[in-house]
């Protein structure tokens, strides 16, 4: 009753039905530069401006955040306010630009075509995409955010104007507000609710702090959904369905994240078990690599250069730290010197005299 009740005043307030938008895994494809810059959607025309970390690579899926202005504000302004954290953080930040001063509610396509390009241009994570938003732009990371609630990992509502909780029990929801702020009230309220209907869900009060942000804002949004992304249990989860989908490298960092978490001493029961799950599962991916290796020898052994070679790259670059890793870069670098022949398998030989 109450997704539908919110659902309906979503409507009301914007004038449009609910509607679903499935984002497809990210492909692998090189960006053709990192760091911040502005780049152009085609239907609906209109510019956002993308932050790429500077260690982008497509064999590692990156999480994601899309942030929204406030109105009179812009996609630049924005981009600019959150890249240290993103950076930090390294997260692939998009920062949106509403049609007019303020979102309307036919905004809500252009976001989500914008989303969809980044996906495609980059390998997002879909199980790590956040949304965020000050002032009007809050109350847009609302609407998109229930309206398309199993698709983002989190919202960061930061003096939103105003904004409808109810449909967020899959989501992490970061209130931000100042007590001097005019909106504090209310959302203060919303927060409450959230929390009533047992909602993931924490407010951080700027004190003395008027309808602005202070410098304690965003990383404390930021470090919320460090603290949901690194739970060892959803670390385990995300590890074993990467490990499943030959994501070797996400796999090998969500394990690793986890041993190195939990090695503090403080393990109780549970604990001591996620971190044998987690060694048992980085066994396995040490075996897959090794296996690779002992292929890619054979092929070197047989004279197929080429599909050495090919082996000996998924090595280096999705295995990283495992056992093969070091012997597979030399064994890599000494196929590829530049005295040697071109790589290539070699042809059979002729015995026809």
Sequence with gaps: MVKKLVLLLAVVLCG???ATVTV??????????????????DKPKSKYW????????????????????????????FITLFMSEARKNKYILVAVKSSGAAWKEFDEEMVMNTIKEVSKNYKVDPDRMFLAGFSA???MTSFVGFKHNTMFRGLGLMSPIPFAPGVGKSMALM???????????KCKSAYEMLKAQKCDTEMHTMAGVGHKLDDKAIPWVFTKFAERLNNP?????RGKKAAEENRYLDALDCFNRIISILEDGKDEKKEDKIQKE??????????IASDKYKQALKKIEAKKTEDAVKLLEEIVNQFEGTSAWNDAK???????????????NAPEENNEK
């Excluded at 497809?24 to 959607?41: I, Q, R, W």
């Excluded at 932050?51 to 302004?77: C, I, K, L």
């Excluded at 209130?175 to 009230?185: A, I, K, L, Q």
């Excluded at 030399?330 to 290539?344: F, I």
Aim: glycine letters at 8%.
């Design 16 to 18: 449009i039905s609910p």
């Design 24 to 41: 497809l895994h990210g492909e692998d494809k090189s960006p053709k530069t990192s760091g911040p810059f502005e780049a152009e959607l």
């Design 50 to 77: 993308i932050y790429v970390p500077e260690d982008y690579t497509p064999y590692r899926s990156w999480p994601m955040m899309v942030v929204f202005h406030g109105t009179n504000g812009t996609a630049q302004q």
């Design 137 to 139: 732009g809050g109350f």
């Design 175 to 185: 209130v931000v507000c100042g007590d001097m702020d005019t909106n504090y009230p």
């Design 233 to 237: 249990d959803n670390l385990l989860k």
């Design 278 to 287: 987690a060694e048992a599962e980085l066994k396995k991916l040490d075996k």
């Design 330 to 344: 030399e064994k890599l670098n000494e196929l590829k010197k530049p005295d040697e022949k071109p790589a290539g």
